[in-house]
């Protein structure tokens, strides 16, 4: 990468991709956008448009999207914490609620959803898995699925 700068903008804003433009961003240069954490923070809605946006903004310049995302079983575990939890409300979406039918009309050729990344570098790369959410409000279950890996990608090829 030529250059790498940090420019803070607020997602929910509508002019969100004018800002990074003015910052020296290039929609037309090819592009990884990595939203490691920040999903499963955002609404479903919030979460959908993001994706929206940056197909649109990238025009016709190879991109790929890689974003960490929970499993539905990762959500309901946490709505279903005792009431004075914390984690009770940390989390307001799911894989499960991103429309794939409507990323792939708005023009990213792949949308694809991992398998547990825990289970993943475990499979692969005989690490340890170390699942800390498993106690506080999961009942002290461990979830079957924790946190997933979301692709998206357009112009590019593996």
């Known amino acids: 990468c030529s250059s790498y700068s940090m420019v803070a903008v607020d997602l929910a804003s509508k002019n969100w991709v004018q800002e990074l433009q003015s910052a020296g961003f290039e929609a037309g240069t090819p592009t990884v956008w990595v939203a490691e954490g920040l999903l499963y923070y955002l609404s479903p809605e919030h979460v959908q448009q993001l994706m929206l946006d940056v197909a649109a903004a990238m025009e016709e310049a190879p991109t790929v999207v890689l974003a960490s ?9 946490c709505k279903s ?13 799911c894989v499960d609620d991103l ?7 708005a023009g990213w050729d792949s949308v694809i959803i991992s398998e547990d990344l825990g289970i993943m570098l475990q499979q692969d790369y005989g690490a340890q898995v170390l699942y800390p959410y498993s106690l506080d409000y999961s009942g ?3 979830l079957e699925s924790v946190e997933l890996l979301v692709e998206l990608g357009r112009g590019v090829h593996r």
Not at 69 to 77: G, T
Not at 99 to 105: E, G, P, T, V
């Open 140 to 142: 002290g279950r461990q």
């Open 99 to 105: 429309n794939q039918q409507q990323l792939k009309d």
């Open 81 to 93: 914490a005792a009431e004075s939890s914390p984690m009770k409300s940390i989390f307001v979406s």
């Open 69 to 77: 995302h929970i499993p539905k079983c990762n959500l309901d575990a």
